[in-house]
């Protein structure tokens, strides 16, 4: 069974950074696509980042320039670096994979930003 677990939320100033973490377990193959979502209250949940086994990679148009998507398949780890964050970047974060028969979805971490 995959298992997802996320850290490195917090409460950060605006124009701060963070780099949130997702360790992967339960799969002896390397994950073809990793995601990052995020749901702020009363808002659907959205796609964050996204990067493929061999490193390419998508982002949502309100973090290009500002969030690092990147992972390690040695690790089956998933990074997200986070700068130049907003009030509107809280949310909580959950790291995503696609799994045979739906996804698995890691409990999540809080992002705060806020002065």
């Known amino acids: 069974q995959v298992q997802l677990v996320e850290s490195g939320g917090g409460l950060v100033q605006p124009g701060g950074s963070l780099r949130l973490s997702c360790a992967a377990s339960g799969s002896r193959f390397m994950f073809t696509v990793m995601n990052w979502y995020r749901q702020a209250p009363g808002r659907q949940r959205e796609l964050v980042a996204r990067?493929?086994?061999?490193?390419?990679?998508n982002y949502a148009d309100s973090v290009k320039g500002r969030f690092t998507i990147s992972r390690d398949n040695g690790q089956n780890t998933v990074y997200l670096q986070m700068n130049s964050l907003k009030p509107e970047d809280t949310a909580v974060y959950y790291c995503?994979?696609?799994?045979?028969?739906?996804?698995?979805w890691g409990q999540g971490t809080q992002v705060t930003v806020s002065s």
């Open positions: 995503n994979v696609p799994i045979v028969g739906g996804n698995a």
């Open positions: 990067i493929s086994s061999s490193g390419g990679t």
